[in-house]
């Protein structure tokens, strides 16, 4: 079978390891989403995508139109205006990432928190003030520097959202990035059918809604890292949450006579590539 062939190669490409394990891919990426839909962590992220991405792609839809009826400019004028969110995407949403790699080099997982908690507030703070712009309050140009902050930090918030995920579950990092990605989806969804009720109203309902997502940032619980407030009762875990290892988890789920004669060796994995660069993982122990 498979697995003979591959213990007589010495050799598994990572696609045939995971086969290895017991489980089709089907049946293993649904594993992967139910675990993940099964914490609650993941949902408050998936909130917090929903009401950064998800307005991200309700502007990207509805802002011209919004702008020019709001400041009176032309249609031209308004989707000028509104490409102005668009083009944060060039630095906003990596400098978020960046600024939650670098926040976690001090202060590890509990730092990307913070970083998340701090954003989203300020994203919903934001667009709390660009909704209060009017053309007689401060124009279109305090609309456009508001615009300007909005669009910045809700990018950064979607680059902090992604860098928790590979934390939360580290068993079911797919299934937790394709759930929080949904949220983007979710809360573009919710934001259109608003923006088609009333404009202004809208928007400042969607920077509520952040900013109470926000605020249950800090109840995410992550064993062996801890929450915004709190540490984790094991500090050494907190350094590398994420240290429960492909090959552990696919040595407990290998059927019985691969197991017993396989080892997954990180060592092989990180230094043993194919020639088209592809991971290859050495079964040591035969």
Same mark, same amino acid.
């Given at each position: ?38 914490? +609650?962590?993941? +949902? ?19 802002? &011209? ?84 902050? +909005? ?18 579950? &580290? ?16 809360? #573009? ?18 920077? +509520? ?29 907190? #350094? ?47």
């Amino acid at each position: 079978d498979k697995g003979d062939v591959c213990k007589a190669e010495g050799n598994l490409t990572t696609e045939d390891a995971i086969l290895a394990s017991g489980g089709e891919p089907t049946t293993i990426a649904q594993k992967s989403l139910m675990l993940a839909a099964s914490k +609650w962590n993941c +949902w408050i992220l998936f909130f917090c995508y929903a009401f950064s991405f998800g307005v991200e792609l309700v502007v990207n839809s509805n802002m &011209p139109l919004y702008l020019s009826q709001a400041f009176t400019l032309t249609q031209a004028q308004g989707g000028m205006a509104a490409s102005l969110f668009g083009l944060c995407n060039f630095f906003a949403r990596p400098l978020g990432g960046y600024v939650s790699d670098e926040v976690y080099k001090r202060f590890g997982v509990r730092g990307r928190l913070w970083v998340l908690f701090l954003s989203t507030m300020a994203m919903g703070s934001c667009l709390l003030a660009f909704a209060s712009c009017t053309q007689g309050t401060s124009g279109i140009g305090g609309a456009l520097v508001a615009l300007f902050f +909005w669009a910045t930090l809700t990018n950064m918030t979607e680059g902090a959202c992604f860098a928790v995920v590979p934390f939360v579950e &580290p068993s079911a990092i797919g299934g937790v990035a394709g759930l929080v990605g949904a949220g983007g989806t979710g809360g #573009a969804l919710i934001g259109n059918f608003m923006v088609s009720i009333g404009g202004r109203p809208a928007f400042c309902m969607l920077g +509520w809604l952040a900013m109470i997502t926000g605020m249950l940032i800090p109840v995410i619980w992550m064993p062996g890292v801890g929450s915004m407030f709190r540490a984790a009762e094991n500090p050494e875990l907190q #350094a590398a949450p994420h240290t429960e290892s492909v090959e552990q988890k696919h040595e407990v789920e290998m059927v019985p006579e691969i197991a017993g004669s396989a080892r997954l060796s990180r060592k092989s994995v990180d230094e043993d590539r194919s020639s088209n660069g592809s991971f290859v993982v050495n079964l040591e122990g035969a």
